[in-house]
DNA sequence: TAATATTTTTGGAACGTTCCAAATAATGAT
DNA sequence: ATCATTATTTGGAACGTTCCAAAAATATTA
């Protein structure tokens, strides 16, 4: 296969036009799988296309067409495999619509964030799906706005919900936790997770704090233990609550990750998870179901979430009037053998 | 903050030059932070572009100037935490560098990856940075190198190294964890994981069997079960050996996802992984120190690796020539408590 | 001050596509 | 065969930048 073409220089549609004797018009039609041309020439170009080995300039036909068939999503925290989840629901979606996912992670630096916007913006992307780095401002998104850049914020709701929004019924998952081992019997239940600065945090804990008020029981401010969101956080915080003389006998996690330190920490002392204390997660992450003991857990299925993010994304695409549309996934509790109310397997 | 342009249409270089003063080119320079122009001409350049709000267009510089600034990010399954952590590394050092990186998730699916790669080709990406996913062909890479496409393969090699790649030392590792397991005076040792077809499987394999083959051991097949690489697979996988009477006392695993799933396994008939069976697993994965009880495993830095290969990366896109760099991260034992060998925390 | 060297700025031609209005070819009706 | 329709094809002008060779402005020297 010998190229007639400088090494250098790419193959255009002139030249695949001259190869199969039309003009570049006919051959860009060709590309498109327009219906204007007929079946023989295309057939024609397409050989042609193929010989040469022509690849398609889309940085080309994207600075003639305005749009892109490229949408960037943005995640804030790969390291939770709660995003990860997100990002491939989302994915999914994207590429049966024909469009390219790009995806930029910004470990939740709002600053590396900024940089990613911009960049999508000069990428020129389609649209944007994007969960907020901690410590967002809400001018950041009333920029994007302006920037009549097309785009749903998922899982951290920033300022007034006016604009496409996918997240967790969060105060109802933590409600549905506490309520659960309330029913067990417990009355000393803590709660460990983030709920500093973290909206996210401040509806976990309040659903927390609802299902006790409503049950009578009256909060102890010692049992809620600020910590990172992370194994090592909840480990972390573990040992505050276990270190405690009469500390509480189950406890409610932001997330799974957090669950999970619990779960290590208890493991360490010799103590089980299920019969020593009860500890809820939530998320239920695919790991979950795996962990020891087995993570009682709020599933609040994170690839549904990117599927139903990206379809709300793929409405603005093609009606352009920007939508107002909510969607909050309704936890469902799952019972494994942490909350120690499982059973059967 | 009035615009005077139509609401559709864009801000380009020309209205910049109009507001300033000068001329498009040299707003171009201005941009590009070019040292030939006058320091008071350039700051005047940037009042007028911050007032009209500018946008850069790189769709259209890339359309001049050959190469862009995106580096594509091939992954096979971001469901390993491993990934996510080369990941992680790679962006790092991309990000620094002042290039954008840009991933593509393909979910072990060749055809998914082709359509990537050629995603990645239109964009006109500057390189690409690859983990291929199972069951990609040689001609994959061969066809990448035609393109000239800057490139570096991760995690699995494919056909003859002629071609950047960063990898693991495979048989160092599970050779090391096998001989950790015979000096604790194990002799019944088995191994799970993927084998078949996947050259990772067999390396990991391999090591193991060479120790065994040193201690004078010789192998059992029955012992060395082929399962998919997940925790579910590594949990299938444990069934099979704990339901053998006689069976072995430990287990080397292909990687921590399967190990986490044998620890699940013994969990659940009451068994503990480092009394009743040592279990040893390979990546190091951030979780494996959290696991119940904790898991030995190989290290061998996913970040560093991502680090590396983007160096790599760098370095061609720098002086054209590409190269033929290997790097091979050697394991480090990490002992844990799941291989019973554990001393202090 | 004129001549020369140096710094700074500039217009026009690319880059590879899509869009458009208009040209051409094919078909059908008379 | 002629004309009206309809189905295909086409050249040229965009799109917003960078590159280049050359012009203009400024500084330096004799």
Redesign the interface.
Known sequence: MSLSKA?GSAITIHDIAAEAGVSKSTVSLVLKKSPLIKPETAAKVWKAAEKLGY??????A??RQKS?N?VGVIVND??N?FF??L??GI?RVL?QSGY??????T?ESAQ?QE??IA?F????AAGILMCPAFGTSVETIDRLRE??LPFVIMVRQLGDLNYDYVGAANVDGTRMATEHLLRLGHTRIGFIGRSQNSLVGLQRQSGYEEALKQAGISLNPAWVVDSPVS??GG?DGAKILLDMENGPTAVVCYNDLVA??V??EL??RGLRAGKDMAVIGFDDI??AK?????LTTLAINPEQQGEIASRMLLNQLRDHPATHNHYFSQPKLMVRESSGGMLT?
């Open positions: 090494p690849v398609y300039n889309r940085m080309a994207n600075l892109s490229v790969l390291t495999p990860v989840e990002l491939i994915e590429l390219i996912t790009l995806m930029a992670h470990a590396v940089k990613v960049s913006r000069e990428q020129n920037m009549h194994m090592q480990q999970m330190g779960l290590n493991d360490y695919a790991t795996h962990t020891n003991p087995p397997r």
